[in-house]
């Protein structure tokens, strides 16, 4: 079942390709990102997260670089696999218990 | 393989009808959201538990939603009466104080005819 709308951006790589998946946040006081992957038909699905005092954290084929200045944030997925065609959403929180969610990119991936 | 579990993953009603939606947090995890998504609006929050005590249901229309926590097994979100703009995928989620870090079950498709 598809889950999210049809007027989200979309990213479109190459199998192999690095992708890059921006977003811009509104809040200069969010000390806390995360970046959640949702596939068709299933919840969002934490990927990695970040806090304000770092501006580049490392996963496995996944890396999360944050830019405060712009208030920024980008994930980049090396090696992009099938598998990894999903809606990609940045999620920040200001400390509080709320997390507050991007619009959304949907990442599509030829084989 | 701990997850969130939520029933059912669709219903469809009538404009009018009552609709329960159910969750069971992961065990051990201590806050409990309701996320709600749609096309237009995206994730949006909802109600928020914090061992079992609403800390924040602003995000609902309080006239015809309900969110409560019978046990800490246990959320529900309640929908009297139902209305074709409430046509949505209901989320839950929980997670451990001082861990902002959300776990979503797979959600619940609801669909007000």
């Known amino acids: 079942g598809e889950s999210v709308g049809l007027h989200l951006p979309t990213l479109s790589v190459q199998e192999g390709d690095n992708s890059i998946i921006n977003c811009a946040y509104s809040?200069?006081?969010?000390?806390?990102f995360i970046w959640y992957k949702q596939e068709s038909g299933k919840g969002p699905q934490f990927i990695i997260d970040?806090?304000?005092?770092?501006d580049k954290r490392q996963g496995q084929r996944v890396t999360v670089l944050l830019n405060k200045t712009v208030k920024h944030l980008s994930l980049q997925i090396a090696a992009t696999q099938p598998g990894d065609s999903a809606v990609y959403f940045c999620?920040?929180?200001?400390?509080?218990?709320?997390?507050?969610f991007g619009s959304g990119t949907r990442l599509l991936v030829r084989p | 393989d701990a997850r969130v579990t939520q029933t059912p993953r669709h219903k469809v009603t009538e404009m009018g009808q009552e609709v329960t939606m159910r969750c069971q947090p992961i065990?051990?995890?201590?806050?409990v959201f309701w996320y709600r998504q749609t096309m237009m609006q995206g994730l949006e929050l909802l109600a928020y538990?914090?061992?079992?005590?609403?800390?924040?249901d602003s995000g609902m229309p309080k006239d015809r939603f309900s969110a409560e926590m019978p046990d800490a097994t246990l959320a529900t979100l309640k929908i009297q009466p139902s209305e074709p703009r409430d046509s949505a995928v209901y989320f839950c989620?929980?997670?451990?104080?001082?861990?902002?870090?959300?776990?979503f079950g797979q959600g619940t498709r609801l669909t007000v005819v």
């Open positions: 989620a929980s997670g451990t104080r001082g861990n902002t870090e959300a776990f």
């Open positions: 809040n200069s006081a969010s000390d806390y």
């Open positions: 970040i806090r304000s005092n770092m």
């Open positions: 999620a920040e929180n200001d400390g509080s218990y709320k997390l507050i």
């Open positions: 065990l051990g995890h201590n806050t």
């Open positions: 538990f914090r061992n079992r005590a609403p800390l924040d």
